[in-house]
């Protein structure tokens, strides 16, 4: 797929999933602008791509403002900018569990209300949901209703926003940078127990989710949808 001569912005495009996706974007012959809180992560992520980038927090209005502000037009946007406590609901803080709705649900919420009059008329959203909305893989009720929520957050949008696009991708457990964060024993056992859970019997790669975005940007009949790129974890 060429995107060539179209616009890309990644709101947390500096590492991991959204990182993959500016690589695959920049490759197609897009112009891409990344966003996250980190400068020196930016602009180490921005420069081998040639893609331009700003300091932004999805969980503050202004800032969103600010980065929205400062972009032409957007033909494509991917938002997997969040970070957030995942636990169970007899062991967190109302704090911690409101914290993926606080980030995942109303940072992606906001980051499309900003960038709404940037969108060319023929634009594409990806939201960044996971497949524990469907199959929560342990106690941790917040961040799975967080993850439903974000669903249909894409349906509503996809209703009120036509023609934009707007679609959801869902990833199961990836073997990328978000877990290489996490210590080795925990992310050992996670990884056994998700290889065992599912069909594929192994986790994901980041460049396989930007594979399923990639499907999405260029998709041009799709809208509303969710996919899982979850290696059948959610069937099985
Ligand atoms: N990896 C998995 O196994 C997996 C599975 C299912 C779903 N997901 C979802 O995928 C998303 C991205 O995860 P990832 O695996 O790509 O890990 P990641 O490398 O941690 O990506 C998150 C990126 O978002 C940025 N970010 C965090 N909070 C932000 C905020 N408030 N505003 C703007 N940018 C922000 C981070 O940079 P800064 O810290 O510099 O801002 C980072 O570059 C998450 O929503 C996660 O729930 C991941």
């Known amino acids: 797929m060429s995107l060539a001569g179209k616009h890309v912005v990644i709101v947390g495009g500096g590492s991991g999933i959204g990182l993959e996706v500016a690589r695959r974007s920049a490759a197609a012959g897009a112009s891409v602008h990344l966003g996250g809180r980190t400068q020196a992560r930016l602009a180490a992520a921005a420069e081998p791509l040639g893609a331009t ?11 969103l403002a600010a980065f929205f502000g400062a972009v032409d037009r957007v033909d494509h946007l991917f938002t997997p ?5 995942v636990g169970p ?11 993926p709705f606080v980030t995942k649900f109303w ?3 906001h980051a499309v ?8 008329p023929d634009a594409s959203i990806v939201l960044m949901s996971g497949a524990a909305s469907v199959r929560p893989p342990g106690a941790a ?3 799975v209703a967080c993850n439903a929520a974000v669903e249909g957050l894409g349906r509503g949008l996809a ?5 934009v696009r707007v679609n959801v991708v869902a990833p199961g457990t990836i073997d990328g940078n978000l877990w290489a964060g996490r210590p080795a024993d925990v992310r050992e056992a996670s990884f056994d127990q998700y290889s065992r859970d599912t069909l ?15 499907y999405l940007f260029g998709s041009t009949y799709t809208t509303g949808s969710t996919l899982y790129p979850d290696g059948g974890y959610t069937l099985h």
């Not at 932004?56 to 209005?61: A, C, E, K, L, Y």
């Not at 609901?89 to 914290?99: I, P």
């Not at 900003?114 to 060319?120: F, G, I, S, T, Y």
């Not at 209703?159 to 023609?163: D, F, I, Q, R």
């Open 107 to 109: 940072g992606q919420y």
């Open 89 to 99: 609901l007899r062991e967190l803080s109302d704090e911690d569990a409101a914290s």
């Open 141 to 143: 009720p917040a961040y």
């Open 113 to 120: 209300k900003h960038a709404v009059p940037r969108l060319a």
């Open 81 to 85: 900018g969040a970070s957030y406590t």
């Open 53 to 63: 980038w700003q300091v932004v927090d999805s969980t503050d209005q202004d800032s």
């Open 159 to 163: 209703v009120e926003l036509a023609p």
């Open 200 to 214: 594929l019997h192994r986790v994901g790669k980041e460049s396989e989710v930007a594979d399923a975005v990639l």
